[in-house]
């Protein structure tokens, strides 16, 4: 339960992101960016202070200190990029600046194909928060949660202003973006009740999450964001978002 709802908060951060479009103009292209790198930085933070590490310490608490504990964080991290990068393969899906991805699929309107692609992107962060909590409870998955929320309501934003973009409304951007934060409580779900059913799966666990991150951090977030010529302001919300959740993890872990 704790995985699910720190999940679910962490979720509906990206409608509390996607509600300024209702009241105000859009935020510049260079503005989002920056707020996109700094995503970007948590999730990097996140993956190698509250996944990669805690993965190696559980495995040498098995294993003892040597290769073996670094080769299950490394096959764990290189099995979540696979899965993550298998699912962009195989699900038909739709970006909106380097257009649709995976399988043909004419017959799906283009805002499902859209939805499909949060999901995938999405899924990998509430299964982070999940293992968190299932692997270290309240003090584990907490730094997770808020790392995650706080770096959901920039990408919220995002998603809200590309679909005002492509002609929506602006109250069903915002409903659109909120919906696809909604797949973090399964990812959560999962994550947790893998972890706590068994122990041995742990160091996995948290390896493969940070897996899944790191490649839509590099796949996704960091192209998008030097796509447009801001890669400084991007940069500069990267460090600032790495430095926040490490201050995050250290200070509530």
């Not at 602006?170 to 909120?178: K, Q, W």
Request: proline share 5%.
């Amino acid at each position: 339960m704790l995985g699910f709802t720190g999940a679910l908060a962490a979720g509906l951060m990206t409608s509390v992101g996607a509600v300024p479009v209702l009241f105000g103009r859009a935020p510049s292209r260079a503005t989002r960016d920056m707020f996109l790198g700094f995503a970007a930085g948590v999730m990097l933070a996140a993956s190698f202070f509250s996944l990669i590490i805690p993965a190696i310490d559980a495995a040498a608490k098995t294993f003892g200190d040597g290769a073996i504990p670094a080769g299950i964080a490394c096959l764990g991290i290189l099995s979540g990029m696979i899965a993550v990068h298998l699912m962009n393969e195989l699900l038909p899906h739709e970006h909106f600046t380097s257009g649709r991805e995976g399988p043909e699929a004419a017959s799906l309107r283009r805002v499902w194909l859209f939805v499909i692609a949060i999901t995938i992107h999405n899924f990998p962060e509430g299964l982070a928060v999940g293992v968190g909590f299932g692997a270290h409870g309240f003090e584990g998955g907490l730094p997770l949660a808020i790392g995650i929320g706080l770096q959901n309501a920039p990408e919220g934003l995002a998603v809200a202003v590309a679909l005002l973009g492509e002609g929506y409304s602006r109250l069903r951007a915002v409903a659109i973006a909120a919906l696809t934060g909604m797949i973090e409580p399964l990812g959560g779900l999962v994550g947790a009740g893998i972890i706590s059913v068994s122990a041995p799966l742990l160091p996995w666990g948290l390896s493969f999450a940070a897996g899944a991150m790191l490649y839509v951090i590099s796949h996704e977030i960091i192209p998008e964001t030097h796509r447009s010529g801001h890669q400084n302001k991007a940069t500069l919300g990267l460090a600032v978002g790495l430095v926040v959740m490490l201050f995050l993890d250290v200070w509530l872990a």
